[in-house]
């Protein structure tokens, strides 16, 4: 699948119309996904290459990621990664005047 819509992404005509169909709604749905199997993070990259693909190269793809919620689902994702690898403290750190 994501072979066959990089694809799609090199031809103008064909890539408006699967964005008018709602595709980057359907990246974004991989983007969502914070299982940590495998398969389920290779699914979520490839769709990240692609909705960058897709915003560098379409101008209707920007209003479609924005209006489908992509920058709240991009910052959601960092957290999910990043927020685990984070230490935990029991108070804040000392400053020494």
């Not at 799609?8 to 199997?37: E, P, T, W």
Request: charged share 15%; aromatic share 10%; net charge positive.
């Amino acid at each position: 699948m994501f072979n066959l819509l990089t694809y799609i992404n090199m031809h103008q005509a064909v890539g408006n119309m699967v964005i008018g169909a709602g595709l980057v709604s359907i990246l974004l749905d991989f983007v969502k996904n914070s299982r940590d199997g495998a398969l389920q993070l290779t699914a979520a990259n490839k769709a990240v290459v692609l909705l960058d693909g897709f915003l560098y190269g379409y101008a209707t793809a920007f209003t479609a990621y924005m209006s489908a919620g992509g920058l709240t689902d991009f910052i959601e994702r960092i957290k999910v990664r990043t927020v685990p690898s984070l230490p935990v403290r029991a108070s804040p750190p000392r400053t020494d005047d």
